[in-house]
């Protein structure tokens, strides 16, 4: 039955692995004196020939390889297009704001591009094995990145942060999968779900999916688990930040929807209202810590788990229509978010030279395009209608209203009522008049790169906001492939 | 209806006037940004009165679909535009009053730096309206809903360099906001219980089930009314419209007096039919619309701004318009709303060529016998000021009377809400003959070649504006003057003409209709409209120095008053302050020492004492960052054994 | 053969608290390394008994595999520590706060 060779399943992380070791092979060759920024046009090339193997994906017959643990259906392809798509964008505010000289640029593009394959892998797999080993490949690779300014003294300590606390969340999760394991006796996800729906509830798997909770509530920093996003945002560098608030994030909500809906569909009375309070939970901590924060990254660290929350709001619908939301919310998500953080690194540099809100005044007059992007992104961060951020809000939260959470509905727009109050202030820092001795006046001019990944963001944005139907029925047929399986409420 | 009537060319022609002038705007000179944004504007002024013309002709409702928008979700959407006597009647107002409004603009603002930013938001936000009112479903007006929201954002924060500007900017915003969220809820309520958020679709399921009273339709109602207190500035939701007349004065007049604040009177006879079903959501209104009429016109007696008085008559004049929705009197709101526009518009127009003329001040107390040198604007005011006093035969007494009326025979309390609209026929018409005397009678109060931040640059004296300024003005002060002959009532021998336009799809069949002495009522609401000019005649016109007296005298409530009974305090200290507290020590506590206390339990036992603890009573630190985790991890393993079920699902 | 699975589940439990207890009392990075390795190791002490007691090997795979990225982890983990004894001269974690709320 299996006509398609096996290989033509996992073939976008096969490219991108493939560039990720070209990259490690020319880089040492190549002359000490050369700009490595070549090197970020070879990734890009990798990532685009991987985004087209993706789409290409789609046309192959749904199916599993190697042993099944690997599945290409609309919803890998759907989280394949989205990742591939963020890593280019930054790549591309990487590319514009990494310094010339810099002698590890080579690296890091290196490192972006095996992360990203970690991340596909976590999308298309189907069995927690390689779940795991796919979530791994990108922690370590966002672990270096995140400590990549290595010389500054918030580099290493972001690094480090993130790492401990990382393998910390990581052991609890591959706790988790080994009482499935152990509750079930097999790690293939459907095979979980049959083995659950038999037999009477065991409570190692209740336990498990509490366990599991943790790993990937941190990996989304879903609070309580979010401690740890505003420091390491803090001192990773912006196009670092850009990428690792949106991929493996995506990647993990995928993992989180095929565990929960592909695997535990028997348990949602244990997990609905977890995820209840989760969602909750990070949508409140997430804004109200945004409130009175000051520093730009660190505002926009807190209003990522904020969207976590929305996000998982989604997750309580139990159809059909809630993954749906989720999978679109995390593209509109990541569109905006991603296009900011691409701003960002452009304005505060590598090496952050803008930090705090006061120190983006006026940017808007020194940069009107990208002054303007940031604040078209933080209007969509808010929700104003027209923008993808309206949207997905409106998808994620009609779908929780529709299976009967009036109160988590109520709550999330509250939430982005409060929300909008910080996003205006940075809107508004970004066309009062700046002071005089700004840093402003150390910001170049847009590089190609960066108006290319900035235009593509803005592009995205904007389209998810006025004709999202062509995505949104691209996530529902993804929820469709998955949630036909599993068992009604 | 054989050939299309092209809706859509009337939202998209001012947004391409919006794209041209905030593009390239800035390179162009001004004369250029002006005739893109008054054309952009004059089209859809032409086309709607094409429509008009031949209106009859058209079976309504028109619906114009532009294609799906959103398909998939538990609904979906198109845009979709429509074409009724609702929308035919706000489309006038919009296009009529905005153009004229942007004429007027072109000469308020000619002396103002960023002239095509201030053309491009107002094309931006007449895209916006537009859209609201042409929408065929809720969806779609809530895009033009928050959009003149948005646009109203950026116009009130125009005077961006002015802190109190861009804090009034944001205020609007945020409470808006506030509205929204209503209308959201409204609409993901109405999406689970009608499968469609289509006007169509909707109002036909809701027909289908006369059954269904009260209940869920009462919860819909009551946030679409909260999305109406945010957007037309009510109780509770009203403190952002006095504070967005920091914008500038055509600002105030299209969008916080004749369009804009009115989207909320539109959206709830636009929905009547659900409102209809839940007497007590219209009691709801009424009661909201009564009470802000009467507190906003007492405050407004106070006021020495100019542009304040008018902001504060105008929350008071939507409080009549809401008591009428809430008296199912969709019509008479609608024409209120009408005739409202052209009084109001005028009156800020006039207020703006009077705040032109003295170079930039608005305080009423350093004005005063401006009359003879500024007489257009003087004459064209005084109708503005007859008509909204409701003194007949000018508009505001006829739209004004017919709801007091539809007040009065209303069966359940109709009364009281009567008495009370009369108290603040009253108290309108005191306070704007206050306003009227205090500007241009008496002696001239204005201090010599005053030079503000934003002057209007020339300073060569008081001077009456030029004719782009007033000759919107004069048509403005003709509509008022004869506008109110469209719904003059039965009653008075008139044919109650926009009634009936509007009736085949506002008024409900069923509608109980009481009997009044029309003609008695309209009398002594004249007659109250006069005591308050007169009233107004002796405090400030012979005997100008007793109001100060009799402020000193009761000098509390004067206080009380003047400070507006202290609301905008109130929300800050119960809402703002709060919230600011939880986010700068809550979280930080449950960070600083939450977190602590977690990495301390575990800690407690060992060689460490309370001491090292206190010492490391500071964030940042990875190992109580790992306590918070393994806090969290273990409440939430304790509640997934506990299992709770979700119990707090409301289905 | 004798003992049940509950011994290799309580004492894998028992590892696991340890590894947890010892992240949050330790000063030293690279203590709280170890123990992040300990915590690890019981969850693979958990699936080796769960392999036995299914009789599928892929818990044993599972177990060489975390071995592999608990390595990987470990290798990343020191050379950041490195940079960090550069930057600051001290592997004390509680004087790694810098970054703070």
Known sequence: MNTVPQIFRILPEVILTVTGVLIMLIEPVMPKSASRKSMGWLSVLGTLAALGASLWQYQLPVGTAYFGTIQTDAFSVFFHVLICSIVLVSLLAAISSAPREMDTLGEYFGLVVFGAVGMLFMTSAVELLVVFIGLEISSISTYILAAFRRKSAKGPEAGIKYLLLGSFATAFFLYGIAMLFGATGTTVISQIADRLGSSHLPLLAVAGLGMILIGIGFKVSAAPFQVWTPDVYEGSPSPVV????????????????????????????????????????????????????????????????????????????????????????????????????????????????????????????????????????????????FTGGFFGKFYVFSAALHSGFLWLGIIGLLNSGIGAFYYLRLIAALYSKPSEAAPLNQIPRPSFALLLGVFLTVAATLILGIVPGRVLAMAKAGAATFYSVSASK | MTDSLHLWLIPIVPFAGFLVNGLVGRKLPRALVSAIALIATLIPFLQVANIWFHFSSISKPYVENLGSWIVGGAFHADFALQLDQL????????????????????????????????????????????????????????????????????????????????????????????????????????????????????????????????????????????????????????????????GPTPVSALIHAATMVTAGIYMVARTHAIFDRSPFALSTLAIIGAATAFFAATIGIVQTDIKRVLAYSTVSQLGYMVMALGVAAYSSALFHVLTHAFFKALLFLAAGSVIHAVSGEQDMRVMGGLWKKIPITFVTMTVGVVAISGIPPFAGFFSKDEILYQAFISPNGGKILWFVGLVTAFLTSFYMFRLWYMTFFGENRTPEAKHDDHSHGHSHGIHESPLVMTVPLMILAVLSAIGG???????????????????????????????????????????????????????????????????????????????????????????????????????????????IDGAGMAAGGTAQGLGALVQRVQSGNIRSYAGWLAFGAAVLLVVTYFGFTAHFSVR | MLVPISYYLVLSAILFSIGVAAFLIKRNIITIFMSIELMLNAVNLSFVAFAHHWHQVSGQIFVFFVMVVAAAE?????????????TRNTLDVDKIDLMKL
Not at chain 2, 172 to 199: E, P, Q
């Open chain 1, 242 to 385: 850009g990428l690792m608030s949106t991929a493996p994030k995506a990647a993990a909500f995928a993992v989180l929807l095929r565990i929960l809906y592909g695997a535990l569909p028997t348990l949602h009375e244990y997990w609905v209202p977890l995820l209840w309070w989760l969602s909750a939970l990070s949508m409140t901590v997430g804004n109200l810590g945004a409130l009175r924060q000051r520093n730009v990254k660190r505002l926009l660290a807190y209003s990522s788990i904020a969207h976590a929350g929305y996000l998982l709001a989604a997750f309580t619908a139990l159809s059909a229509d809630g993954i749906a939301a989720a999978s679109f919310y995390a593209v509109t998500y990541a569109a905006m978010n991603v296009g900011i953080f691409a701003v960002v690194s452009y304005a505060g540099g590598y090496d952050d030279r803008l930090t705090l809100i006061e120190d983006y005044r006026g940017l808007a007059y020194r940069a009107p395009v990208m002054g303007g992007a940031m604040a078209f992104f933080l209007m969509s961060l808010i929700g104003i209608p």
């Open chain 3, 74 to 86: 470990a290798a990343v983990g020191l050379a950041i520590i490195i940079a960090i004894f550069r």
């Open chain 2, 485 to 595: 002959f469209l719904g003059v009532p039965e009653g008075m021998w008139g044919h109650n003409e926009i009634g009936h336009f509007l009736g085949p799809i506002l008024d409900p069949a069923s509608r109980v209709v009481g009997e009044g002495p029309e003609l008695a009522l309209a009398g002594l609401s004249v007659l109250v409209g006069l005591a308050g000019w007169a009233m107004a005649h002796y405090f400030y016109y012979m005997k100008p120095e007793l109001p100060a007296k009799l402020a000193q005298q009761f000098s509390a409530v004067h206080r009380l008053l003047e400070n507006k009974y202290w609301i905008d305090e109130i929300y800050e200290g119960l809402i703002v302050t709060p919230l600011l507290l939880v986010s700068r020590y809550v979280l930080k506590g449950l960070i600083d020492t939450g977190i």
């Open chain 2, 87 to 246: 929308t035919m009647i706000m489309l006038l107002i919009i296009t009529g009053v905005g153009f004229l409004i942007h004429v007027y603009s072109t000469g308020y603002m000619a002396h103002e730096d960023g002239y095509w930013r201030f053309f491009a938001y107002l094309n931006l936000f007449m895209f916006f309206m537009l859209t609201l009112v042409l929408a065929e479903n809720f969806l779609l007006m809530f895009v033009g809903w928050e959009g003149v929201g948005l646009a109203s954002y950026l116009l009130i924060g125009f005077y961006f360099l002015r802190d109190s500007a861009a804090q009034a900017g944001k205020k609007a915003f945020v409470v808006n906001r506030i509205g929204d969220f209503g209308f959201l809820l409204a609409m993901f309520l109405m999406i689970s219980h009608f499968g469609s958020l289509s006007y169509h679709d909707v109002f036909a399921v809701v027909a289908q089930h006369p059954e269904w009273q009260g209940g869920f339709i009462t919860v819909i109602a009551l946030f679409l009314i909260l999305g109406a207190t945010g957007k037309s500035a009510q109780i509770p939701l009203y403190i952002w419209l006095p504070d967005a007349m920091e």
